[in-house]
């Protein structure tokens, strides 16, 4: 029963291109959050919600954009996918957003 | 948060003990360290934290020195599946902290 669930586990696209990475979690947090681990393995975070409220935006392009309906549900949706966007994408939850976070699996987008 | 330094790499023998060493001598006395762990192609998956005192859970030890400046992340009794990346983070618990990763220590558990 994962806690964390991301899908597509896998997506490959077309530059150009607008995909979305769906996040749910069903630990009953209030904080999502999007984390990003490039070709060199770094994970930064993006963004994070807490309460459906944006409260973490780092400089991202606006292409990226999230979207929280409910506070299980975190959404990343990009438009016009470029090949530096490929990459890992990594949703995580935690009780309030100073507490112990915890990931998902993952999600791989490769644009080509 | 404060910065952390660990080493790139560890390698240690099937059944013992791992014993992954991070320094954090900048750490302020609110913040918190914290122990996450990144299998190959997986989700980071977090481990142990702790203020002050040592730590233990059913995964590692925790064992903070006295001023707080470094601590060790302890794997009693490693197994292959063990090999990760291990990340050592410092942070304060409070409303829009955040999770900042450095480049941890890989650890290789051989058989």
């Known amino acids: 029963d994962t806690a964390v669930s991301q899908t597509p586990k896998y997506l490959v696209t077309q530059m150009g291109n607008d995909k979305s990475i769906k996040c749910e979690q069903n630990?009953?947090?209030?904080?999502m959050y999007w984390y990003k681990q490039d070709s060199k393995k770094f994970l930064k975070i993006m963004f994070s919600y807490n309460n459906k409220e944006l409260i973490i935006n780092e400089t991202v392009p606006n292409r990226f954009s999230p979207k929280s309906p409910d506070k299980a549900h975190l959404n990343l949706h990009i438009n016009s996918l470029e090949l530096g966007d490929s990459a890992v994408y990594f949703c995580?939850?935690?009780?309030?957003?100073?507490?112990?976070?915890?990931f998902g699996e993952g999600s791989w987008l490769t644009v080509v | 948060d404060a910065k952390t330094t660990q080493p790139p790499s560890m390698d240690c023998a099937e059944g013992r003990a791992a014993n992954l060493p991070c320094n954090h001598s900048t750490i302020s006395g609110n913040e918190y360290v914290y122990w996450y762990r990144q299998i190959h192609s997986q989700g980071p998956q977090y481990i142990i934290h702790?203020?002050?005192n040592n730590e233990t859970n059913e995964m590692a030890s925790l064992i903070i020195t006295e001023d707080r400046k470094s601590s060790t992340l302890i794997l009693p009794h490693a197994t292959l599946r063990d090999t990760a990346v291990y990340y050592c983070i410092v942070r304060v618990l409070t409303s829009g902290s955040r999770l900042t990763f450095g480049e941890g220590t890989q650890l290789t558990v051989n058989p």
């Open positions: 995580a939850s935690s009780w309030d957003s100073g507490n112990t976070i915890y």
């Open positions: 630990l009953g947090h209030d904080t």
């Open positions: 702790g203020l002050k």
